[in-house]
T-cell receptor
Framework: DSGVTQTPKHLITATGQRVTLRCSPRSGDLSVYWYQQSLDQGLQFLIQYYNGEERAKGNILERFSAQQFPDLHSELNLSSLELGDSALYFC?????????????FGNGTRLTVT | AQSVTQPDIHITVSEGASLELRCNYSYGATPYLFWYVQSPGQGLQLLLKYFSGDTLVQGIKGFEAEFKRSQSSFNLRKPSVHWSDAAEYFCAVGALAAGNKLTFGGGTRVLVKP
């Protein structure tokens, strides 16, 4: 158990809808990351937050947004969903935001868009 | 920008045999390198990491990896595989830019024959 909690585990929704994925980091970790895993794109970095502030941005679509709250949990919002957004979305956390701070991954949220 | 290549998509090994997974990276400076393992339905678990120093690093579950700067490689090895090692393995490189963005390879799926 990594200590990172993601909810829900599974989500099925229709095209055009909006969903929110939630992540609670390991106790003591200040940084949260979101990754998307799909068969065709592999693991893609979306965005990183550190202590409530955006720290780094990757291949995150404009329809997607995220935030980290004062209690350090994070939410990833996906809107105007398309079939191609179906994927496994991972949250990870690390103690600091630096690149020598290993990431600890949650078990992911599997999103299916129909 | 950094990139990671894992040339082998699938590898099948017999239980008790040795295993080597290849990883080649592209990065302009000294990289931070990681190996993660993903079991079915699970998140990614850190096996080992290289930041600096000894180029042979030991990880959990009996794995080790060797950093070879001249070959831009960070291959993962295990002397004797167990059936429980069947999983997908990801090599990743960390950026030195702000944040802790990890770039992952496409993964190698390991199947273990009895």
């Amino acid at each position: 158990d990594s200590g990172v909690t993601q909810t829900p585990k599974h989500l099925i929704t229709a095209t055009g809808q909006r969903v929110t994925l939630r992540c609670s980091p390991r106790s003591g970790d200040l940084s949260v990351y979101w990754y998307q895993q799909s068969l065709d794109q592999g693991l893609q970095f979306l965005i990183q937050y550190y202590n409530g502030e955006e720290r780094a941005k990757g291949n995150i679509l404009e329809r997607f947004s995220a935030q980290q709250f004062p209690d350090l949990h994070s939410e990833l919002n996906l809107s105007s969903l398309e079939l191609g957004d179906s994927a496994l979305y991972f949250c990870a956390s690390s103690e600091t935001g630096g690149n020598n701070s290993p990431l600890h991954f949650g078990n992911g949220t599997r999103l299916t868009v129909t | 920008a950094q990139s990671v290549t894992q040339p082998d998509i699938h590898i099948t090994v017999s239980e008790g045999a040795s295993l080597e997974l290849r990883c080649n990276y592209s990065y302009g400076a000294t990289p931070y390198l990681f190996w993660y393992v993903q079991s079915p339905g699970q998140g990614l678990q850190l096996l080992l990491k290289y930041f600096s120093g000894d180029t042979l690093v030991q990880g959990i579950k009996g794995f080790e990896a060797e950093f070879k700067r001249s070959q831009s490689s960070f291959n993962l090895r295990k002397p004797s595989v167990h059936w429980s090692d069947a999983a997908e393995y990801f090599c990743a490189v960390g950026a030195l830019a702000a944040g802790n963005k990890l770039t992952f390879g496409g993964g190698t799926r390991v199947l273990v024959k009895p």
